[in-house]
């Protein structure tokens, strides 16, 4: 498949293990952000997203925590499978039209 | 299978040359997204449009344009090509004019040689 970003950041758990992936975000006035998955040789996919005035939101195995005063972003995956490995992009949006993605981190999963 | 689709795949062209490259978004989205992904760079939005009219931009070169026709599917044109163009280039459609949920394509790997 295709590689992307062969110089990501790069998260090793263990199988049933909990993965913890953090992301930074940069505009203040973004209200609402998306966690993408990225598979090799597929286009990014939809996670989960959460709004600015939440905090936390959770959806099946995955849970998003948002803390707006240092603008930090992070990703939990309960029980970590082997078909959780893949790139993972933050991204965040202020309203408008246009969505800026964070750089990615890549998450191996260890059977 | 997003539903959005995305051809060529995979395309080989020599520098200074022009491609076209096409997208057909999801039954009933409205909303087209175009991307650049590279290695060294992730994801760059490049331009949006809704329903057949620009609607964003983003870090799109000159030497590149999209359209968006009736039917709803965009192109995707690249002209003048460098080497430095060589990327996958995504799709992506939603219903609205606001990037939530969107759906992305697989994908057309250009390598300009």
């Known amino acids: 498949g295709e590689s992307v970003g062969l110089h990501l950041p790069t998260l090793s758990v263990q199988e049933g293990d909990n993965s913890i992936i953090n992301c930074a975000y940069s505009?203040?006035?973004?209200?609402?952000f998306i966690w993408y998955k990225q598979e090799s040789g597929k286009g990014p996919q939809f996670i989960i997203d959460?709004?600015?005035?939440?905090d936390k939101r959770q959806g099946q195995r995955v849970t998003v925590l948002l803390n707006k005063t240092v603008k930090h972003l992070s990703l939990q995956i309960a029980a970590t499978q082997p078909g959780d490995s893949a790139v993972y992009f933050c991204?965040?949006?202020?309203?408008?039209?246009?969505?800026?993605f964070g750089a990615g981190t890549r998450l191996f999963v260890k059977a | 299978d997003s539903g959005v689709t995305q051809t060529p795949k995979h395309l080989i062209t020599a520098t200074g040359q022009r491609v076209t490259l096409r997208c057909s978004p999801r039954?009933?989205?409205?909303?087209v997204y175009w991307y650049q992904q590279s290695l060294d760079q992730g994801l760059q939005f490049l331009i949006q449009?809704?329903?057949?009219?620009?609607?964003a931009k983003g870090n799109i070169l000159e030497r590149f344009s999209a359209q968006q026709f009736p039917d709803l599917h965009s192109e995707l044109n690249l002209s003048s090509l460098e080497l430095g163009d060589s990327a996958l280039y995504f799709c992506?459609?939603?219903?609205?004019?606001?990037?939530?949920?969107?759906?992305f394509g697989q994908g057309t790997r250009l390598t300009v040689v």
């Open positions: 449009y809704y329903n057949g009219e620009e609607r």
């Open positions: 039954s009933g989205d409205l909303s």
């Open positions: 505009n203040s006035a973004s209200d609402y």
């Open positions: 991204a965040e949006n202020t309203g408008g039209f246009k969505t800026i």
């Open positions: 992506a459609s939603s219903f609205t004019g606001k990037n939530t949920e969107a759906f």
């Open positions: 959460i709004r600015s005035n939440m």
